[in-house]
Antibody, heavy 117, light 111 residues
Framework: QVELQESGPGLVKPSGTLSLTCDVS?????????WSWVRQPPGKGLEWIGE???????NYNPSLRSRVTISVDESKNQFSLNLNSVTAADTAVYYC??????????WGQGTLVTVSS | QSALTQPASVSGSPGQSITISCTGT?????????VAWYQHHPGKAPKLIIY???KRPSGVSNRFSGSKSGNTASLTISGLQAEDEADYYCCSYAGSNFFYVFGTGTKVTVL
């Protein structure tokens, strides 16, 4: 059973860069799966941010594409999210998730990131 | 690409059946048999309960069922139980430009 765990700073300053890592356990990241980031602002719904395959191919939500980079580190069995030029609107619980079809079968517990000075 | 439209809340008594709708467009729900449903208890990880419109992952109760007609997908929960009280989100694949679009979310209350 694949397990995912997010980690990273819980507080980021406006205009800074939000950086999170998702550790994958119980399975290898080197599979025919896609590894995604999803977020949920307080009181709002879920929003897909983007995904990456272990070979390095990445896809992003068009609304965030200009600010997002998702990368993978096969040696550490983890993948990462970088979101730059953050504002208060980026305050959210950030989840990492995986899918091999077109649905997210495995999710991390989520981590709250607050953008504030 | 706008979020898929769901009712904000649906309620029912224990044992009853409820249905949650998820309305999209010809660019997502109508074009692909790839709608998934997630159950989300606040503070916990979302849980996949329906994929590819109507399929249930192993271990998910058969009280949950999914269907689709045109640009609207639906989730039915039969034999409503107290543990079903949660937020529910639909999500559709939307092609190689927008990829995944979530619904606005529905809060299910068991009366």
């Amino acid at each position: 059973q694949v397990e995912l765990q997010e980690s990273g700073p819980g507080l980021v300053k406006p205009s800074g860069t939000l950086s999170l890592t998702c550790d994958v356990s119980g399975g290898s990241i080197n599979t025919n799966s896609w590894w995604s980031w999803v977020r949920q602002p307080p009181g709002k719904g879920l929003e897909w941010i983007g995904e990456i395959h272990h070979v390095g191919t990445a896809n992003y939500n068009p609304s965030l594409r200009s600010r997002v980079t998702i990368s993978v580190d096969e040696s550490k069995n983890q993948f990462s999210l970088n979101l730059n030029s953050v504002t208060a609107a980026d305050t959210a619980v950030y989840y990492c998730a995986s899918h091999s079809g077109y649905s997210f079968a495995h999710w991390g517990q989520g981590t709250l990131v607050t953008v504030s000075s | 690409q706008s979020a898929l439209t769901q009712p904000a809340s649906v309620s029912g008594s224990p044992g009853q059946s409820i249905t949650i709708s998820c309305t999209g467009t010809s660019s997502d729900v109508e074009s692909y048999k790839l709608v998934a449903w997630y159950q989300h208890h606040p503070g916990k990880a979302p849980k996949l309960i329906i994929y590819e419109g109507s399929k249930r992952p192993s271990g998910v109760s058969n009280r949950f069922s999914g269907s689709k007609s045109g640009n609207t997908a639906s989730l039915t929960i039969s034999g409503l139980q107290a543990e079903d009280e949660a937020d529910y989100y639909c999500c559709s694949y939307a092609g190689s430009n927008f990829f995944y679009v979530f619904g606005t979310g529905t809060k299910v209350t068991v009366l």
